[in-house]
Protein backbone atom coordinates (compact mmCIF):
# COMPACT_ATOMS: atom_id res chain seq x y z
CA UNK A 1 0.00 0.00 0.00
CA UNK A 2 1.93 3.21 -1.60
CA UNK A 3 0.04 6.04 0.36
CA UNK A 4 -0.52 9.57 0.62
CA UNK A 5 -2.04 11.95 3.26
CA UNK A 6 -3.34 15.39 2.24
CA UNK A 7 -4.54 18.21 4.33
CA UNK A 8 -3.93 20.93 5.98
CA UNK A 9 -2.17 21.22 9.73
CA UNK A 10 -4.47 19.91 12.43
CA UNK A 11 -6.56 17.64 10.03
CA UNK A 12 -5.05 14.48 11.35
CA UNK A 13 -2.73 13.42 9.26
CA UNK A 14 -0.63 12.27 11.62
CA UNK A 15 -3.01 10.59 13.84
CA UNK A 16 -4.36 8.61 11.35
CA UNK A 17 -1.34 7.54 9.82
CA UNK A 18 -0.46 6.02 13.40
CA UNK A 19 -3.44 4.17 12.89
CA UNK A 20 -2.72 3.37 9.49
CA UNK A 21 0.95 2.37 10.63
CA UNK A 22 -0.81 -0.63 12.44
CA UNK A 23 -3.33 -1.68 10.15
CA UNK A 24 -1.25 -1.88 7.10
CA UNK A 25 2.26 -2.63 9.08
CA UNK A 26 4.19 -0.22 6.29
CA UNK A 27 6.07 3.05 7.72
CA UNK A 28 4.67 6.67 8.51
CA UNK A 29 7.07 8.84 6.18
CA UNK A 30 6.84 12.47 8.04
CA UNK A 31 9.19 15.35 6.35
CA UNK A 32 7.30 17.47 9.56
CA UNK A 33 9.12 14.15 12.07
CA UNK A 34 12.14 14.27 9.98
CA UNK A 35 12.63 17.68 9.86
CA UNK A 36 11.40 18.13 13.66
CA UNK A 37 14.10 15.64 14.61
CA UNK A 38 17.00 17.06 12.80
CA UNK A 39 16.27 20.56 14.15
CA UNK A 40 16.38 18.71 17.97
CA UNK A 41 20.19 17.02 16.85
CA UNK A 42 21.62 20.30 15.51
CA UNK A 43 22.38 18.47 12.51
CA UNK A 44 23.59 20.93 9.39
CA UNK A 45 19.91 20.20 7.25
CA UNK A 46 18.26 20.62 11.23
CA UNK A 47 20.62 24.09 11.22
CA UNK A 48 19.22 25.10 8.15
CA UNK A 49 15.88 24.30 8.26
CA UNK A 50 14.96 25.67 12.13
CA UNK A 51 13.58 28.98 11.49
CA UNK A 52 12.20 28.45 8.51
CA UNK A 53 10.20 25.73 10.09
CA UNK A 54 9.47 27.95 13.03
CA UNK A 55 7.77 30.46 10.59
CA UNK A 56 5.37 28.23 8.72
CA UNK A 57 6.90 28.50 5.62
CA UNK A 58 7.90 25.27 3.75
CA UNK A 59 11.32 24.20 3.36
CA UNK A 60 12.98 24.24 -0.04
CA UNK A 61 11.36 21.40 -2.34
CA UNK A 62 14.90 20.13 -2.75
CA UNK A 63 15.59 19.56 0.54
CA UNK A 64 12.58 17.44 1.15
CA UNK A 65 12.93 15.82 -2.37
CA UNK A 66 15.96 14.35 -1.43
CA UNK A 67 15.07 13.68 1.99
CA UNK A 68 12.10 11.55 0.91
CA UNK A 69 14.45 9.97 -2.14
CA UNK A 70 16.73 8.98 0.69
CA UNK A 71 13.88 7.15 2.75
CA UNK A 72 12.04 5.62 0.13
CA UNK A 73 15.49 3.57 -0.78
CA UNK A 74 15.14 1.67 2.58
CA UNK A 75 14.49 -1.64 3.22
CA UNK A 76 11.26 -0.76 5.28
CA UNK A 77 9.57 1.32 2.77
CA UNK A 78 9.35 -2.14 0.21
CA UNK A 79 6.06 -3.26 1.05
CA UNK A 80 4.91 0.75 1.09
CA UNK A 81 4.44 3.52 2.68
CA UNK A 82 2.39 6.26 4.45
CA UNK A 83 3.59 9.75 3.03
CA UNK A 84 2.17 12.49 5.65
CA UNK A 85 2.82 15.78 4.91
CA UNK A 86 5.01 15.20 1.56
CA UNK A 87 4.10 16.73 -1.35
CA UNK A 88 3.16 19.97 -0.11
CA UNK A 89 4.18 21.68 -3.52
CA UNK A 90 3.28 20.36 -7.21
CA UNK A 91 7.02 20.45 -7.51
CA UNK A 92 7.36 17.73 -5.19
CA UNK A 93 4.43 15.96 -6.53
CA UNK A 94 6.41 15.78 -9.58
CA UNK A 95 9.91 15.28 -8.33
CA UNK A 96 8.05 12.08 -6.12
CA UNK A 97 6.43 10.98 -9.35
CA UNK A 98 10.08 10.60 -10.77
CA UNK A 99 11.52 8.70 -7.62
CA UNK A 100 8.45 6.20 -7.91
CA UNK A 101 9.10 5.61 -11.68
CA UNK A 102 12.34 4.95 -11.14
CA UNK A 103 11.23 2.28 -8.68
CA UNK A 104 7.94 0.94 -11.05
CA UNK A 105 6.29 1.37 -8.42
CA UNK A 106 2.79 3.45 -8.39
CA UNK A 107 0.87 5.16 -5.85
CA UNK A 108 -2.11 3.00 -4.38
CA UNK A 109 -4.21 6.85 -3.55
CA UNK A 110 -4.15 10.11 -2.30
CA UNK A 111 -6.41 10.55 0.69
CA UNK A 112 -7.63 14.72 1.30
CA UNK A 113 -8.69 14.74 4.96
CA UNK A 114 -11.02 18.19 5.43
CA UNK A 115 -11.78 20.11 8.29
CA UNK A 116 -12.76 23.29 8.59
CA UNK A 117 -10.35 26.29 9.34
CA UNK A 118 -11.59 27.37 13.21
CA UNK A 119 -11.34 23.43 13.94
CA UNK A 120 -8.07 23.68 12.72
CA UNK A 121 -6.92 26.67 15.03
CA UNK A 122 -8.81 24.75 17.91
CA UNK A 123 -7.21 21.39 17.55
CA UNK A 124 -3.76 23.36 16.84
CA UNK A 125 -4.01 25.41 19.83
CA UNK A 126 -5.10 22.09 22.15
CA UNK A 127 -1.91 20.06 20.08
CA UNK A 128 0.14 22.53 21.84
CA UNK A 129 -1.58 23.09 25.47
CA UNK A 130 -1.07 19.24 25.28
CA UNK A 131 2.71 18.80 24.37
CA UNK A 132 3.73 21.98 26.34
CA UNK A 133 5.13 24.13 23.66
CA UNK A 134 7.34 21.59 21.88
CA UNK A 135 6.52 22.90 18.86
CA UNK A 136 7.22 26.11 17.86
CA UNK A 137 5.19 26.91 14.76
CA UNK A 138 2.10 25.24 16.98
CA UNK A 139 0.71 28.41 17.99
CA UNK A 140 -2.17 30.95 16.40
CA UNK A 141 0.26 33.35 14.60
CA UNK A 142 2.25 30.54 12.90
CA UNK A 143 -0.58 28.54 12.27
CA UNK A 144 -2.20 31.03 10.41
CA UNK A 145 0.44 31.39 8.18
CA UNK A 146 1.12 27.63 7.94
CA UNK A 147 -2.87 27.56 6.27
CA UNK A 148 -2.48 30.63 3.97
CA UNK A 149 0.75 28.57 2.66
CA UNK A 150 -1.38 25.09 2.46
CA UNK A 151 -4.12 27.01 0.53
CA UNK A 152 -1.70 28.60 -2.04
CA UNK A 153 1.00 26.00 -2.06
CA UNK A 154 -0.43 22.59 -1.14
CA UNK A 155 -4.42 23.07 -2.07
CA UNK A 156 -3.18 22.94 -5.82
CA UNK A 157 -1.97 19.01 -5.45
CA UNK A 158 -5.99 18.32 -4.97
CA UNK A 159 -6.61 19.26 -8.12
CA UNK A 160 -3.27 17.49 -9.42
CA UNK A 161 -4.53 14.15 -8.22
CA UNK A 162 -7.26 13.98 -8.87
CA UNK A 163 -6.97 14.44 -12.76
CA UNK A 164 -4.63 11.06 -12.11
CA UNK A 165 -7.63 9.17 -10.40
CA UNK A 166 -5.78 8.54 -7.40
CA UNK A 167 -7.49 11.34 -4.79
CA UNK A 168 -10.23 10.30 -2.24
CA UNK A 169 -11.70 12.54 -0.05
CA UNK A 170 -12.90 12.42 3.62
CA UNK A 171 -14.32 14.29 6.34
CA UNK A 172 -11.90 15.02 9.15
CA UNK A 173 -14.40 16.92 11.12
CA UNK A 174 -15.67 13.21 12.26
CA UNK A 175 -13.90 11.77 15.06
CA UNK A 176 -11.13 9.72 14.93
CA UNK A 177 -11.97 6.24 14.32
CA UNK A 178 -14.73 7.31 12.12
CA UNK A 179 -11.99 9.52 10.02
CA UNK A 180 -10.11 6.13 9.78
CA UNK A 181 -12.98 3.90 8.84
CA UNK A 182 -13.62 6.03 5.90
CA UNK A 183 -10.05 6.65 5.00
CA UNK A 184 -10.08 2.66 4.55
CA UNK A 185 -13.44 2.35 2.74
CA UNK A 186 -11.84 4.99 0.34
CA UNK A 187 -8.75 2.70 -0.25
CA UNK A 188 -10.53 -0.53 -0.41
CA UNK A 189 -13.08 1.11 -3.47
P1 LIG B 1 4.18 19.20 9.56
O1 LIG B 1 4.67 18.46 10.74
O2 LIG B 1 3.86 18.31 8.38
O3 LIG B 1 3.06 20.15 9.89
O4 LIG B 1 5.40 20.12 9.07
C1 LIG B 1 5.95 21.12 9.91
C2 LIG B 1 6.79 22.07 9.10
O5 LIG B 1 7.88 21.36 8.49
C3 LIG B 1 6.08 22.76 7.94
O6 LIG B 1 5.36 23.90 8.37
C4 LIG B 1 7.27 23.12 7.05
O7 LIG B 1 7.99 24.22 7.57
C5 LIG B 1 8.14 21.89 7.19
N1 LIG B 1 7.78 20.86 6.19
C6 LIG B 1 7.27 19.61 6.46
N2 LIG B 1 7.05 18.94 5.32
C7 LIG B 1 7.42 19.77 4.31
C8 LIG B 1 7.40 19.64 2.90
N3 LIG B 1 6.95 18.55 2.29
N4 LIG B 1 7.87 20.70 2.17
C9 LIG B 1 8.34 21.81 2.77
N5 LIG B 1 8.36 22.00 4.10
C10 LIG B 1 7.90 20.99 4.88
Known sequence: MRL?????????????????????????LSTGDILRAAIAAR?????????????????SDVIV????SERLDAEDCKPGFILDGFPRTIAQAEAL???????GVKLDAVVEIKADAD??????????????????DDNEDVLRKRLGVYQDQTAPLVAYYQSKGLLKTVDGMEPVERVTAAIQAAIAQ
Open 119 to 136: ELVRRVIQRAKESGGARA
Open 43 to 59: TPLGLEAKAIVDRGDLV
Open 4 to 28: ILLGPPGAGKGTQAKILVEAYGIPQ
Open 65 to 68: NGIV
Open 97 to 103: DEMLDEK
